[in-house]
């Protein structure tokens, strides 16, 4: 696993959003009502595509989570991603142009090619941007209806950049939520993916979770950038189960997780119930959140 430091600018981030900072405190238990996309009937197993940076994989990797959650509850999925470090949406896609205009291109039987597809903005972009974010999902999406025009789209709501012990950790995350909830409503046929609220939850002890470990963020890990370690990623793949079948996955004993946050430290299949803190905890915070 190449653990890159992920320079975004964050200072500079901070200074041009000070200002569009919410002023009240959200959370979870105020959430817009956001109607959940419906996906087109697939013939066969259904395809997912994952569009991301860093927080779709680095220590974590969600589409081999959410892979290993489907095939343990013989849940037929075929899983592609479109993945690059440390950028946003529109580089993304300049970064897979090829490939991404080739699977673009494809039909299925159905009339879809993907079924469902998770899109994460970088956060500077979401968080500072919003109308850059509207405009690369816009984007995307457009390019990904071409030849699968019913897919379901989910938006994936970022957390907030600054550790939970810092002040304006809520006033990030108010804003940030405050985004992509506006953006999931300007797209057709979307939901949102509740990340930043699910994590939010663990850090004020949902359930009983407790996200310090040996006092060291159980969650979370970064200088630069904040990445999900094994509890998050777990609680991510999670609430992406429950978020597009609706109901609670059956767990695997084994999952890809994470041995380390070293250079050299890689993902490798692991016991769940020696890697994960708090199993239950996380599990019915992430089916709250869905």
Not at 124 to 152: G, H, Q, W
């Amino acid at each position: 696993m190449k653990k890159h430091i992920l320079l975004f600018g964050f200072a500079a981030l901070f200074l041009s959003s000070c200002n569009k900072k919410s002023e009240t405190a959200e959370t979870s238990s105020t959430t817009e009502a956001i109607a959940h996309p419906k996906a087109p009937k697939a013939q066969g197993a259904p395809r997912i595509l994952f569009i991301g940076n860093s927080h779709t994989e680095y220590f974590v990797s969600a589409p081999t989570l959410f892979a290993e959650f489907c095939k343990a509850n013989s849940q037929l999925m075929n899983v592609d991603q479109m993945v690059t470090m440390g950028v946003s949406i529109d580089k993304i896609y300049a970064d897979h142009k090829v490939e991404a205009e080739q699977n673009f291109a494809k039909k299925d039987a159905d009339g879809n090619y993907y079924d469902y597809v998770v899109i994460q903005e970088s956060t500077p972009v979401a968080l500072a941007e919003p109308e850059k974010y509207e405009a690369n999902v816009k984007m995307i999406t457009e390019k990904i209806r071409k030849n699968s025009p019913d897919v379901a789209i989910y938006i994936y709501e970022g957390m907030s950049p600054l550790a939970f012990t810092d002040p304006e950790y809520k006033d990030y995350f108010n804003e940030l939520r405050k985004n992509t909830v506006a953006v999931t409503k300007e797209t057709k046929n979307s939901g949102m993916l509740r990340v930043g609220d699910a994590i939010n939850d663990a850090y004020n002890g949902k359930n009983g979770y407790k996200y310090l470990v040996a006092n060291k963020d159980n969650l979370r890990f970064g200088e630069n950038t904040l990445h999900l370690l094994n509890d998050g990623g777990f609680m991510q793949a999670v609430l992406l189960y429950a978020t597009i079948f609706d109901k609670k996955p059956t767990l695997p004993k084994e999952l890809t997780l994470s041995t380390g946050t070293d250079d050299n430290d890689e993902m490798k299949k692991q016991e769940v119930s020696k890697t994960i803190s708090n199993v239950k905890a996380l599990e019915e915070i992430a089916f709250s959140n869905r």
